[in-house]
């Protein structure tokens, strides 16, 4: 018995033609400088990382 393939979505319309555009603008001018929110988002997910605990370990 075959498993069906699940289709692609497909991007279309306004939403289409903005994914296109910024994709095109990154492609013409790549940044390899994070900008000050990620760096502080990165910052935040390592802190939550380092200090994750599961339920059964002690605390």
Same mark, same amino acid.
């Given at each position: 018995?075959?498993?069906? &393939? *699940? ?13 296109v555009? =910024?994709?095109?603008? $990154?492609?013409?001018?790549?940044s390899?400088?994070?900008? +000050?929110? $990620?760096?502080? $988002? &990165?910052? *935040? ?6 200090? @994750? +605990? @599961?339920?059964?370990? =002690?605390?």
């Amino acid at each position: 018995m075959a498993i069906p &393939i *699940k289709s692609v979505p497909i991007l279309s319309g306004e939403i289409a033609d903005e994914f296109v555009k =910024k994709a095109e603008e $990154r492609e013409k001018h790549p940044s390899a400088i994070l900008s +000050r929110e $990620r760096e502080e $988002r &990165i910052a *935040k997910v390592m802190k939550q990382m380092l200090e @994750f +605990r @599961f339920p059964w370990e =002690k605390k």
